[in-house]
């Protein structure tokens, strides 16, 4: 992959100024990953609070909360809830937690500093977007035995915000997915972003396991 140009890198500058404007905001969004679908709504709040409803074929229902504290990742049909303690996982770990998943306001922290390049301007769901090539940082998402990317894809909106992404290994699409950004900087209740299981709820903490995935992704 080609070296990023002092133009590539002043862009990059730019979109993630105009992302830090953007206090919170409402998407649709499609993943495609495993070679499963899954489809629902995303509610950001600055700086890193998420709350996304999504339908995952063959487990139906998930809801995924984060107040940046703590990752809730909730199947209802299961009554099954995991978290990780992301407080926990930073200070144990000592360096930031990229997650791709969470990085749609500003997808240039998930990807290796002096590494995105621009590569053109494309439209995603009628909206123009940049596209831009990287190498993407390791991240708590990336655990659980999966393949783990070498490159990533990025369409990059005028405002700053993502459009879609590709994780990639070699040529090989590992996550694509796409987001139609339906409102910027609406008003958001904060309780939207706390969760507490139901007593007859299953509760596993992968903290512990969420940080060896990442020392053993470091060690290689």
């Known amino acids: 992959m080609a070296a990023p140009s002092g133009a590539s890198e002043a862009l ?27 489809s629902g709504t995303l509610l950001f709040l600055a ?19 984060s107040d940046g504290r703590i990752l809730w990742t909730i199947t209802p049909q299961a009554r099954i809830a995991t978290k990780v303690d992301l407080a926990a996982v930073r200070k144990s770990w000592g360096r930031p937690l990229p997650n791709q998943a969470m990085a749609i306001r500003d997808v240039f922290e998930v990807i290796k500093p002096g ?50 992404q590709t994780l990639m290994k070699g040529d090989q699409v590992l996550m694509d997915a796409t987001f139609r ?5 609406p008003h958001i209740h904060s309780g939207s972003f706390k969760y507490e299981p139901p007593s007859d709820y299953q509760v596993q903490d992968l903290t512990q396991s969420t940080l060896q995935s990442l020392r053993s992704l470091a060690s290689g």
């Open 47 to 65: 700086p890193d609070h998420v709350h996304m409803e999504m339908k995952v074929a063959g487990l139906g229902d998930q809801t995924i909360i």
């Open 115 to 164: 590494t995105a390049r621009h590569v053109k301007e494309e439209r995603v769901h009628g909206t123009m977007t940049r596209l831009f090539e990287g190498v993407p940082e390791v991240g708590t998402d990336l655990g659980r035995g999966a393949a783990v990317p070498n490159r990533v894809r990025a369409w990059v909106g005028d405002d700053g915000l993502l459009r879609r």
């Open 12 to 38: 990059v500058r730019t979109l993630r100024e105009r992302a830090r404007k953007v206090n919170g905001f409402t998407a649709e969004l499609s993943v495609r990953a495993g070679g499963a679908i899954q």
């Open 181 to 185: 950004i339906t409102d910027t900087n």
